[in-house]
């Protein structure tokens, strides 16, 4: 029963994949492009160690993403409000951290605490508002982000700006060396290929470290009992209201490390072209990758990777947005025939239920 | 005589259990026809099997005559047979009518019209002699009259053949009443009925045939001319159990005391008031009530879900008032909630996960890192298993694949095993065979001699008078009688519950 599980959640990726490849030869055939010579030149551009860099690079705040909405997803709880959170925690974290200089360990670890702060205090707005206002989340989730936004073209403009700078453009000053955080090049012997970001080991401890809390601690407990059973948790003696406040916080702590990626690796400063949309992306990944540390980690860099690999295409006279069409592509079909699969192998997983262990 | 079903050598195995062995059964057309047997004896997998619900390994299925293959629900409707199922699948917002229609195969985007189909579900209520307001909402409705909404609803779609599991195990007695009123209806005008029960008398009652199962087989068909010990032997093999003299235990310290207690709903209605009653320890304090009454609320105030307007709780001599849930779980209230399901476990996780609902914080199953102990938790699940006679595999069995009784007994042994000073138990012999009621009966009674009390909720009189050392009476969201459980009989209570004695 686990290996059937198992083998269903490894081909849906790979049949939406096929499909999704199968459609988009589809419109790249009625706009009169090749779709295998396409396909063909993405592909060696997106296996060339330099893309590979930068893949994973990219993966890094898309799988943290994803996590700090799939904590949400566990207990039936929906965070659109990542994009939002994150931004914020990444803006009020480029600020202070450019305040001041101590050795780097330090200097990193005090970042990544304001931006999770940050973050998660911006989160737990929407978790009050629903407690105590019975506001839906996904309402004040998607208000926030808007709100976010507007706060964040405002402060950049006015109090974080960096004082007598002569770039035309709002921009929060540098970080001192101090405050980025070393690539991880020499660890691999790839020092002629660009920077490998060093949050990649934060972005690993983030998978280990959500998989403990979810299925090892009683609070992950409580979290997926609620998903599963709203009314039984509540006789169980869980306060939901009070569980609702912890997955938002929680959630939105994990959203704070989406942005310290391309902020201590590369950014090193919060700017007007910061990387936004990681966000909404990260729904997409944990929808992909069924709130599972692995999966989401496959996800990831599945997206990155068409991302990355779609960089080629304007140079090959094909529009690039054929990239952001497959990505949607992959979702819809994975969301549909992970229902369709789940329709279909009920009756085989109630028959051999007694077998699966729960883990 | 035409026989409505003809099943012949049905097998169906689960991964270590024969559910159902070799069955075969002919049910007479026009029949009621009861089937009896043990939890875990297969009855709910048959009637499934039935219903297009579970696809046997084997076995020939004949309807009407014809040779039939049942692969969905909604296949078996097309032959004319519909099943009613304990749980309700009713929307609470919409009307009667509104739920009879819901998910008729109809025209897309044609228009609906209600006046067309209330007609013709009013043909179908005459035929049957059926009562039910189609205008009133599902909401409104008691558990009896939801129950006819689902079998006017099924009979709408041509059902001739209707299957109802454990459908008396929600009701009270008057409602059961109403209910086989309705069925001999049925009956008279063509329709034949396939019911699962656990209550003999009722099965003698109104059964024209019985069939009894034991572990997946199908032992014998009787027609009704068998007596209760006779078809409890049948079922058990064994003769049936009688309850032991009562030996009251009751001490003077008072373990819980309700003052007063008032709630409201959103509405601002009165859901309860004046509510005012002791439980000492060693004491079982049983609360009689149609559905409906306030009872229910009770209830979920004490363990503090249900919020009170005014009035005070006091468990072992601590008013409760800013206490949750967690806190009145951990202090030494165990509760059984009526809906084992909905409200006691969570279906799709495994047996080891469920015994720690309800006590996931407890340092017996969290360590001080937060992580939950799972070696203690398998441990108590075999604890449970073993001293309740829960029928399962093992321990990493998932909850939904358990039957009906066996839930049960898990969600039983589970509250009692944890030693607790209180218990609330609502219905806690819901779906449970009387070999498995007698065990549990017995335990509920050692444990009051230990010491336990009990608040015991139950529609079952009997099993109520016989627990009992005293009674209280809910009516109309108040504590109406107080009684002495020694010298009370069903009917008297009866009269209490209904308003018609004071
Ligand atoms: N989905 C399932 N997966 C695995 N085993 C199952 C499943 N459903 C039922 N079983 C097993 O099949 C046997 C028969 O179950 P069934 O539900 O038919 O019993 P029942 O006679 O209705 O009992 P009860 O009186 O307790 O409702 C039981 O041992 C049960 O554990
Ligand atoms: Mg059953």
């Known amino acids: 029963m686990k290996i059937r599980f198992r083998l269903v959640s490894v081909s849906a990726p790979i049949i939406a994949l096929t499909v999704s490849f199968g459609l988009s030869s589809l419109i790249l055939l009625t706009i009169g492009k090749d779709p295998y010579e396409t396909f063909k030149i993405m592909f060696e551009y997106g296996i060339r160690g330099k893309s590979i860099v930068s893949i994973v690079n990219r993966s890094i705040p898309l799988y943290i993403s994803a996590i700090a909405v799939a904590v949400g997803f566990k207990m039936g709880l929906f965070n659109i409000g990542v994009e939002g959170q994150y931004l914020m925690g990444s803006l009020i974290a480029a600020y202070i951290g450019a305040q001041f200089s101590v050795i780097t360990p330090l200097h990193v670890l005090f970042i990544i605490i304001v931006a999770v702060a940050t973050s998660s205090l911006w989160a737990a707005i929407a978790g009050y508002l629903k407690v105590e206002k019975g506001i839906h989340e996904v309402i004040s989730t998607i208000m926030l982000n808007y709100i976010g936004t507007g706060l964040i073209a405002y402060s950049l403009t006015t109090i974080f700006d960096e004082p007598n700078s002569n770039y035309d453009l709002p921009r929060t000053k540098e970080l001192p060396e101090t405050g980025k955080m070393p690539p991880l090049n020499k660890f691999f012997n790839i020092e002629d290929l660009q920077d490998l970001h060093g949050f990649l080991v934060i972005a690993v401890l983030v998978g280990i470290f959500y998989y403990w809390l979810v299925w090892k601690t009683t609070l992950g407990f409580d979290l997926r009992i609620t998903g599963s059973n709203p009314i039984a948790a509540k006789f169980s003696g869980i306060n939901p209201k009070r569980l609702v406040v912890i997955a938002m916080i929680t959630s939105g702590a994990f959203a704070g490390l989406v942005g310290l990626a391309p902020l201590l690796g590369y950014f090193h400063r919060f700017t007007i072209d910061f990387p936004t949309g990681l966000g909404f992306a990260g729904i997409g990944v944990a929808l992909l990758g069924r709130n599972h540390p692995f999966g989401m980690a496959v996800g990831a860099l599945l997206f990155a990777f068409l991302q990355r690999s779609a960089q080629i295409l304007d140079l090959n006279d094909v529009p690039k947005e054929i990239e952001q069409m497959m990505q949607a592509f992959i979702l819809l079909i994975v969301v549909v025939f992970y229902e369709v699969i789940r329709r279909f192998l009920v009756k085989q997983q109630i028959k051999d239920a007694s077998k699966r262990t729960d883990e | ?502």
Do not use: C
Request: aromatic share 4%; net charge negative.
């Open chain 2, 1 to 502: 005589m035409n026989l409505a079903i003809k099943l012949e050598n049905i097998t169906k195995t689960y991964p270590g259990v024969l559910a159902n062995s070799e069955v075969s059964v002919k049910i007479n057309s026009g029949d009621i026809h009861a089937i009896v047997g043990e939890n875990g004896a297969g009855k709910s997998t048959l009637m499934k099997i039935l219903y297009g619900m579970v696809k046997p390994d084997s076995g020939k299925i004949e309807i009407f005559e014809t040779k039939a293959s049942m692969t969905s629900p909604k296949n078996a409707i097309s032959l004319g047979i519909g099943m009613v199922h304990q749980h309700f699948m009713l929307a609470k917002n919409l009307t009667v009518l509104e739920n009879i229609i819901l998910g008729i195969d109809r025209p897309f985007l044609k228009n609906i019209k209600l006046s067309k189909y209330k007609s013709e579900i009013q043909k179908v209520m005459e035929l049957y002699s059926l009562n039910i307001d189609l205008n009133q909402y599902v909401d409104e409705l008691s558990v009896g009259e939801k129950q006819r909404v689902e079998i006017i609803k099924v009979l709408y779609r041509g059902a001739k053949i209707l299957i109802l599991d454990e459908p008396t195990a929600v009701l009270v007695p008057q409602e059961v009443k109403e209910l086989f009123k309705n069925l001999r209806n049925l009956k008279n005008n063509g329709v034949t009925v396939l019911f699962i029960s656990h209550k003999l008398d009722e099965v003698l009652e109104i059964a024209d045939e019985i069939s009894v199962m034991r572990s997946g087989q199908l032992i014998d068909t009787v027609a009704n001319n068998v007596s209760k010990t006779q078809l409890a032997e049948m079922m058990i093999g064994k003769s049936l159990p009688t309850p032991p003299a009562r030996i009251s235990s009751t001490n003077e310290e008072v373990i819980l005391k309700v003052e007063n207690i008032k709630s409201i709903d959103e509405d601002g209605r009165t859901i309860f008031e004046d509510i005012t009653f002791k439980v000492h320890k060693s004491e079982i304090l049983g609360i009689a009530g149609v559905e409906g009454n306030g009872q229910k609320e009770v209830v979920e105030a004490i363990i503090g879900i249900q919020e009170l307007h005014s009035g005070k709780v006091e468990f072992k001599n601590n008013d409760l008032k800013d206490q949750g849930t967690r806190e009145r779980l951990e202090s030494g209230i165990s509760f059984i909630p009526e809906d084992r399901q909905l409200q006691a476990m969570i279906m799709d996780m495994n047996l080891t996960n469920n015994v720690i609902i309800g006590r996931q914080n407890i340092e017996k199953y969290k360590s001080s890192l937060g992580t939950v102990k799972t070696k203690n938790a398998i441990k108590e699940s075999e604890k449970v298993i073993s001293s309740f006679e829960v029928k399962t595999p093992g321990t990493s069995t998932l909850a939904t694949a358990l039957s009906g009784g066996n839930q049960q007994k898990f969600v039983v042994g589970r509250e009692l095993e944890d030693n607790p000073n209180l218990l609330i138990a609502s219905q806690p012999t819901r779906g449970i065979d009387i070999g498995a009621q007698a065990l549990i009966w017995e335990k509920l009674r050692n444990s009051r001699d230990e010491g336990l009390s009990v608040l015991l909720i139950s529609a079952d009189l009997e099993e109520l008078i016989g627990l009992s050392d005293r009674i209280i009476v809910f009516y109309q969201g108040k504590l109406v009688k107080e009684l002495n459980a020694e010298n009370v009989t069903p009917e008297d209570l009866g009269g209490y519950m209904t308003g018609l004695k004071k």
